[in-house]
Nanobody, 124 residues
């Protein structure tokens, strides 16, 4: 079992920066591919970024590539999302997720575990 708790959301101005964190419980954090998803009002949840078990591989949605950075600290059981130069289009609830396979994380979204989400609002 893995429990995920996001933090760090809030209100940020366009062009600023924000860092989200996801604290994971359980001793097998390093066994999972981890990722971030988001859901804007009235829209479906979408993939944002993913990182492999030991952090050697990262993947990003085209909409955030070059602006957001995903990272993980397996010693601290924590996942991060550094959001630089956000725009109002980045507004939404951001969810942390864990999956045993990267393919599931990136393509199906049917992950094994989900956090409760943290709200990010980008003002113009």
């Amino acid at each position: 079992q893995v429990q995920l708790v996001e933090s760090g959301g809030g209100l940020v101005q366009a062009g600023g920066s924000l860092r989200l964190s996801c604290a994971a419980s359980g001793r097998t954090f390093s066994s999972y591919a981890m990722g971030w998803f988001r859901q804007a009002p009235g829209k479906e949840r979408e993939f944002v970024a993913a990182i492999s078990w030991i952090g050697g591989s990262t993947y990003y949605a085209d909409s955030v590539k070059g602006r957001f950075t995903i990272s993980r600290d397996n010693a601290k059981n924590t996942l991060y999302l550094q959001m630089n130069s956000p725009t109002p289009k980045d507004t939404g609830v951001y969810y942390c997720a864990a999956s045993t396979t990267m393919a599931t994380m990136r393509f199906s979204g049917e992950n094994d575990y989900w956090g409760q989400g943290t709200q990010v609002t980008v003002s113009s």
